[in-house]
């Protein structure tokens, strides 16, 4: 089944959003297989955007990703790395549609929120950066 990887950033943990974002995914029907509270080193997060380390705005991507803890997150479901991106919205949350997750509660392209895979072959490279093997739970709902 796939999975797919999203973050939620500092700004949307300083905020309070943790439990709002996470129940919208649980409420659409994905399933949780992968959930961590953390600190990321400026290593971790260098890898993360190593295809943005080129882009002008690298350094404070870095910087931000870095200056409070997120939550890491792995989602399960039938094609859940376009619909969780759906959800999430664009990528500047003054363009996000409203009922998306930036469209709902952002304003700034460098404070968006929460991070989602863009492909399958993203998801996994960026599962297998952040998560051990055996902190993924293999279940399925009863319901
Ligand atoms: P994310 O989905 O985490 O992937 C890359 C991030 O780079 C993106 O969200 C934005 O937070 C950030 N980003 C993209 N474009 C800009 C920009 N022009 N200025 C600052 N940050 C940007």
Redesign the pocket.
Known sequence: MELTFLAI?PDGVQRGLVGKIIQRFETKGFTLVGLKFMDVSKKLAESH?DI?RE?P?FA??VEFITSGPVVAMVWKGDGVVASARKMIGA?NPLISEPGTIRGDFGVS??R?II??SDAIETAQREISLWFKDEELVDWQPQI
């Open positions: 950033k955007y943005h882009r705005f404070s991507l990528t392209i460098g968006n991070h989602g």
